[in-house]
């Protein structure tokens, strides 16, 4: 014990308390002079760190739902959706089934949306071109160029569904390739699409008859190709690097052409549609055979492909451009149909 609570101290004794609690005292002091302010710093510094983190969580968060628009200091994203629509168009599938890819969903014919363009012309390209354009210094790594509805007959699928089609696309691939169609079969597109020097008037639609004069205006430098081959339709994806290796001038020039052209949306989206791959890198002629494609984009690679335009059980081309109503579980003919067990028919 170092004290009695009763009977007589020496005076060492007591000399050694003194110093003991003297001591104890000093430090108390110095602890509370430096470290319990210097606590309180950090306490501080933590909150404004966690604050800040908590920030950025709900910006990525609020990023997700799609409605807004992250600034070019933003948080960097890994993946992203760039989606084209329409008012009404129902895009929230995309969150439901896709939350781990960040969306910018543009909305071309509302000008209070969101996100917009400056001007609705040349379809989904006048969206692509605006986002390349607003985002050029805060990029994703990989960048998914895709339309706004779940069914629609576009999509790769023996359904028209997006989801799976989605959700079997092979992101190894697209950072090994750097630009990836989104469709492998080869019915619209493929194996020639549009003959620049040679191909006369065919329909309001087909942009063959004007494909030279335009690819001339926006390709100057480019000797025009005879044959240009990919398959349709303007969804794809490419890589963060590929898209920075045209400086930004060139997407600018590209939309001003878009808003400048005397051709109307149809043929102007029509025209942007098949120079995508070539402004991406590719030849003019890119049609992968379907069996090849549809393993290394979709990971489908037990497929049976007799030919290079397609696969079976795959991808049909529909009599109409428009699902019907009730579709995937309504088919063609107005009969019940169950997606989940066997084919569509037609």
Known sequence: MLFSPSGPQSPRRRSRLNAIFLTIGIVLAIYFLFFAGDERSHSRSYKDKAD??????????????????????????????????????DTS????????????IYVVNDKTAPLTVAMNKGRESMVYLTYIIDHY????????FIHSNRYQWHNDDPYYDGVPMLRNFQTSYLQQEG????????????????HPLSDVHRDDVHAGEYFKKAFMELFPQTPVP???????????????ELVLSRPKSDYEFYRKWLMETD???????????????????????????????????????????AEPNGCDDRYVLPPFSALPKGWPYVGWNGQEQDPTHGLPES
Not at 68 to 80: G, N, Y
Not at 93 to 104: Q, T, V
Not at 227 to 239: D, L, P
């Open 179 to 194: 630009y990836v169609n989104l469709r492998c079969v080869w019915v619209l597109g493929c194996p020639v699409e549009i």
């Open 137 to 144: 210094e805060n990029l994703p790594d990989l960048i998914l």
């Open 93 to 104: 599938w995309l969150a439901e089934y896709f939350y781990d890819w960040s969306r910018k």
């Open 263 to 305: 051709l109307g949306d149809d043929l102007s989206g029509r025209i942007m549609e098949y120079s995508w791959h070539m402004i991406f890198g590719k030849e003019a002629v890119h049609c992968p055979d379907a069996k090849s494609c549809y393993c290394n984009v979709f990971g489908l690679c037990d497929l049976n492909c």
């Open 226 to 240: 005879e044959e240009i081959g990919v398959s349709c339709c303007a969804q794809f994806g490419v890589t963060r």
């Open 52 to 89: 800040k983190y908590a920030h950025k969580i709900e910006s990525v968060a609020a990023n997700t739902v799609g409605q807004d628009d992250l600034a070019p200091s933003a948080v960097r994203r890994h993946k992203e959706m760039v989606v084209a629509s329409m008012k009404g168009d």
